[in-house]
């Protein structure tokens, strides 16, 4: 195994992490609780000021932010946005964030934006197409860059590539790190018919820098990645197993939907924090 991506980096592990969510902005900066570092989405921030810049600065005061982004659009066939790149990296500079992140998708064409994170195709052509653009934003932003394994229900037409092997193609290519969503690898194992750990042991294990925990809705026919609930068993023992071969690294436990009280989000980091500490034994 070639030397970790975070090694390299001097990234050392955070803990255990949550996003801030508007239903938090008042809550989070009071909580007395444990709490290891803060994820913000850093569309919900460019503009700065009212009562987001006031979380935020809050925040910033407490714990390391992280920017995990939906907008980048790194595998669209449009140019990068020029602006958004410009204030994704001033915002990444104010917070002095260690490193960020976004998925590997795309979410916009012709200029459209198609408020979703859709999935490529896994082909050499698409991961010739993505690295030069992440290469170029690790350029401008300065600061090590991780792509998200996203969920997805259909495959891309014309896939000459296992999914794992298009992973890391990209993040070897574009010498980046990788955000790994495991509750998406188990998603994408149930509905595809493929074996998570297996996909696990495929993956650039040395380039995993931040690890993703969310839960997802259980359909008759499929599992949808909705991060609306509580991270169910079976992903958390797959991130056990995962972190058995990576080590701790820093987790975010991630709740968009139906979300509840900051105490049973906060319950969930805590939950990751003892499974990071039993692994560091």
């Known amino acids: 195994m ?5 090694h390299r980096h001097g990234l050392k592990p955070l803990g255990a992490g ?25 569309e919900n921030f460019l503009s700065l000021g009212g009562r987001p810049q006031r979380a935020l600065d809050a925040c910033r005061e407490r714990w390391t932010l992280l920017p995990h982004g939906v907008g980048l659009n790194i595998g669209g066939p449009d140019a990068l946005d020029d602006d958004y790149v410009t204030r994704l ?49 690790m350029a401008r932003v300065e600061r090590p860059f991780l792509l998200e394994n996203p969920s997805y229900y259909a495959a891309m037409p014309g896939g000459t590539l296992q999914e794992a092997d298009f992973l890391r193609q990209v993040v ?4 980046c790190g990788l955000l790994l969503d495991v509750n998406n690898v188990w998603v994408n194992a149930k509905n595809h018919g493929y074996d998570p750990r297996a996909f696990v042991d495929a993956l650039p294990l040395e380039r995993v820098v ?28 797959l991130y056990r197993y995962t972190l058995e071969r990576t080590g701790p690294v820093s987790t975010l436990i991630e709740w968009d939907q139906a979300i509840p009280s ?20």
């Open 210 to 237: 931040q690890v993703h925990l969310a839960g997802h809705d259980v359909g008759e026919r499929v599992l949808i990645d909705t991060h609306g609930d509580r991270v169910c068993d079976d992903v958390w023992a």
């Open 89 to 137: 990296a001033g915002l990444v500079k104010r917070l002095d964030a260690p490193f960020f992140s976004d998925h590997l998708c795309y979410s916009r064409l012709g200029g459209v934006h198609l408020h979703d994170l859709l999935p490529l195709p896994f082909t050499e052509e698409a991961v010739e197409h993505v690295v030069p653009r992440v290469r170029e934003v």
């Open 18 to 42: 949550i996003g801030l969510r508007r239903d938090f902005y008042e809550a989070l900066p009071r909580t007395a609780r444990a709490l290891d570092w803060v994820e913000i989405i850093p």
């Open 2 to 6: 070639s030397p970790r991506y975070s």
């Open 262 to 281: 900051l105490d049973a989000v906060l319950d969930e980091a805590d939950q990751a924090r003892s499974v990071l500490a039993e692994v560091s034994r």
């Open 172 to 175: 070897e290519g574009a010498d």
